[in-house]
């Protein structure tokens, strides 16, 4: 017997790097196939480009309008999912990475069991929103996460696996990004409006990189972030990219030298090598205390555009006495282990359907 299982494609395309290693595991899987429902030609394009095999099967939903779309500018999920009801409801078994789906568990007549696989590694307490509770399996990084999901009755002991971080599967060597061979810095501001750096500073912060001499700065603000300043620079030492696909691909978390930030979840992707970090206090938040800046502890915090330069220059000889930290703070957010993570969570996801099936 064929047990069919669906995957959305309904997100930004950040989403769906966390998900194509282990649809494609279990796609290889005997008696189980993988059908990926999306709602972009561009998503289901770039979701083509990881399967040269042709092991999963894609199919296009419909939406509503007419206008094309890309991989960051999407067409409603929730419209999209309701519009679709009829072909998602023909699949027993759904992994998403978003939460709004959790919604059609309130449709009566709704039977495929949801599974959560959780994008992201970060600490922001909007990473744990309610509807994580209408999943029927939960799917997490590493122990950080399934705690505070427990602890928030968002989730169960039973209902909830760690299963690492399988993203780092698809990681590529990163193409040269500048001419030269000075060292890179990465500054990647969060979309949130209450927490992001780039909303009220970012056109300061990018005149200030132009100033800094020996360095290379890519920008590259979350592929969610349309609001604040549209800024333009034509130095020489200076990328800005408002969303590419090597804005998404770790390219340049694997490229930098030195990251730069706020609240985003891509410094546990930086930190899969330890490496100097940075965070912008700027608003000169109260984070010590605060668990949804415990990442802030991994490197140096700084309270002004002007201190930037210098500690760039203090980054290498202070790193030692971060790294400890960086490296336990990571196997709670990533759980590393030699199996891979597209292997774990496959197992999870197939004893769960086992049990569902008894």
Known sequence: MTTRIAFLAITEAHQFLHWLPVALRLAREPGIEVTVLGSTDAGLDFIRSYDPDKLLQLHKLRTWGSRQRGLFDIPARLGTLLLNLPTVMRFPFIVTTETTSGKLKRIPGFRPRLIHLKHGAGDREGSYNPKHALADLTLVNGPKDRERLIARGLATDQDCVVVGYAKFELVREPEPIFADAKPIALYNPHFDPSLSSWLGHGEAIVRQMEAIEGWNFVVAPHVKLTEGPNVQSSASNL??????????????????????????????????????????????????????????????????????GPALARADELQPSFEPLQRELVERSLDPSPIPASERQARAILDFIARSQR
């Open 239 to 308: 990328l800005i990219d408002r969303g590419s696909v090597r804005s998404i691909d770790m390219s340049y978390t694997e490229a930098a030298n030195v990251y730069i930030g706020d609240v985003s979840s891509q410094v546990y992707e930086f930190l899969r090598r330890s490496r100097p970090c940075i965070f912008l206090n700027l608003d000169r938040i109260d984070w010590r205390s605060n668990e949804n800046y415990m990442h802030w502890h991994l490197g140096q915090v700084i309270e002004s555009i002007e201190e930037l």
